[in-house]
């Protein structure tokens, strides 16, 4: 079972520059979401989506769009990267809203020059 | 505003020791309660949660954690660590007002000395 997968696993950016990072799953699930992890801070909620069609900001949404155009993807784009944005990227989904047991990713490590 | 706390950014302790990680939380209504262990370069995998009901709860690999409300935490324990069990330990609690979003807490690094 493939679960959550996030590609790449690895990107180095320059400051400025654009790209997305790619989030799947195959669970059927409604609910799928975007976290950084940043050392000493936990994981904070980047953006959420509770179906297609509908996303919205979590705590740390500056810099970051994303859209739901199917059940199965949540890409989450960044537009002109910043060094502030070197972190780990997860991607994680579960069913029946955020009660349940969230699946995440490997995690996508992002570093910006 | 609502909180997770981990007041341990470390812990060690020797294996087959016991263990007790806190977790003590900021939020007005009932909350959702979870624990979730990071192995390196590894994604999140959940550990247990509370929702409602018996305040002791059992997890996987042997873990447990008790919710205690007049003092708003969470703690995890296990009466005798492994050497695998060495990871990161994050606390998190839903806000059903937001979605029912996770917060996490900052986490807790586990070392287990042989």
């Known amino acids: 079972n493939a679960g959550v997968t996030q590609t790449p696993k690895f990107q180095v950016l320059k400051t400025g520059q654009s790209m997305t990072l790619q989030c799947a799953q195959d669970m059927n699930h409604e609910y799928m979401s975007w976290y950084r992890q940043d050392p000493g801070m936990g994981l904070r909620l980047i953006h959420y989506s509770v179906g297609a069609g509908i996303t919205d900001q979590g705590e740390v949404p500056n810099g970051y769009n994303v859209s739901r155009s199917t059940t199965e993807d949540f890409p989450l784009r960044l537009l002109s990267a910043a060094p502030s944005q070197t972190s780990v990227y997860f991607c994680?989904?579960?069913?029946?809203?955020?009660?349940?047991?969230?699946?995440f990713g490997e995690g996508s490590r992002l570093t910006v020059l | 505003a609502q909180s997770v706390t981990q007041p341990d950014i470390h812990i060690t302790v020797s294996e087959g020791a016991s263990l007790e990680l806190r977790c003590n939380y900021s939020y007005g209504a009932t909350p959702y309660l979870f624990w979730y262990v990071q192995s390196p370069g590894q994604g999140l995998q959940l550990l247990l949660k509370y929702f409602s009901g018996d305040t002791l709860v059992q997890g996987i690999k042997g873990f447990e954690a008790e919710f205690k409300r007049s003092q708003s935490s969470f703690n995890l324990r296990k009466p005798s660590v492994h050497w695998s069990d060495a990871a990161e330990y994050f606390c998190a609690v839903a806000l059903m007002e937001y979605g029912n979003k996770l917060v996490f807490g900052a986490g807790t690094i586990l070392r287990v000395k042989s």
């Open positions: 994680a989904s579960t069913s029946g809203g955020n009660t349940g047991e969230l699946f």
